[in-house]
């Protein structure tokens, strides 16, 4: 019924077809897996299930609660309603001080206990994410 041609064509679109539609479904699966949640305190206290993966947790970091041991930091990480307690290995950016916004990356232990993985810098000590912002409720 077809010739030679149009059934080659036909067999070709087809073939694009698939090679487009199975590069989309790598990409976003690769994208789904590389992506990381931001949450304030009080939207990991209101959680009614644990995350495992890798989240962001930002706020302020409490007056007071930076404790330096021989290789990690300990601090709190307040959005003025509720609090987590933080613990990171590794060397902080220069601007982390108390009073200060921050944002750490890494996995919940418990809806107190954040283990931090990174510690993300700041552009200057005036910068806050706007995620940290819309969070604790400045504008």
Do not use: W
Not at 13 to 41: A, C, D, G, H, M
Not at 64 to 80: G, L, P, R, Y
Not at 101 to 121: C, H, P, S
């Amino acid at each position: 019924m077809y010739g030679k041609k149009v059934k080659l064509r036909f067999l070709f679109l087809v073939l694009i077809l698939l090679t487009v539609i199975l590069s989309v479904f790598l990409i976003l699966q690769s994208l789904k897996e590389n992506v990381v949640y931001f949450q304030s305190p009080s939207e990991i206290k209101s959680l009614v299930e644990l995350d495992k993966n890798k989240i962001r947790v930002g706020g302020m970091v409490k007056m007071q609660s930076v404790s330096v041991n021989s290789k990690e930091i300990n601090f709190i990480i307040t959005d003025f309603k509720n609090e987590i307690n933080v613990r990171y290995s590794g060397a902080v950016p220069n601007l982390f001080e108390e009073g200060k916004g921050v944002v750490a990356e890494g996995f919940l232990k418990d809806r107190n206990y954040f283990m931090a993985t990174k510690i993300l810098a700041k552009h200057d000590e005036n910068y806050m994410p706007p995620e940290v912002k819309k969070a604790i409720g400045e504008k």
